[in-house]
């Protein structure tokens, strides 16, 4: 019997409400490329205006889905 969450409807689900990502693909791409070149995470921060925080989950998660 199918749930009323199964994974089709689970596919289908978008984020809805909330408050909307600062870090757009564009700047999200820039700190990537920035890391790559060993500067430092305050350097990153200051020169894409985002937070130290910010930079530091952009790398985690970007670590993250480059090993998956």
Same mark, same amino acid.
């Given at each position: 019997? &199918?749930?009323?969450?199964?994974?089709?409807? @689970?596919?289908?689900? !978008?984020? #809805?409400?909330?408050? &909307?990502?600062?870090?757009?693909?564009?700047?999200?791409?820039?700190?990537? +490329?920035?890391?790559?070149?060993?500067? =430092?995470?305050?350097?990153?921060? +200051? =020169?894409? +205006? #985002? =937070?130290?925080?910010? !930079?530091?989950?952009?790398?985690?998660?970007?670590?993250? @889905?480059?090993?998956?």
């Amino acid at each position: 019997m &199918p749930t009323k969450y199964d994974e089709a409807t @689970r596919a289908k689900a !978008v984020r #809805v409400g909330g408050r &909307p990502t600062v870090v757009t693909t564009d700047k999200r791409a820039a700190i990537l +490329a920035r890391h790559d070149r060993d500067e =430092s995470i305050r350097d990153i921060a +200051a =020169s894409v +205006a #985002v =937070s130290v925080g910010m !930079v530091h989950w952009v790398i985690t998660v970007g670590q993250a @889905r480059q090993t998956a």
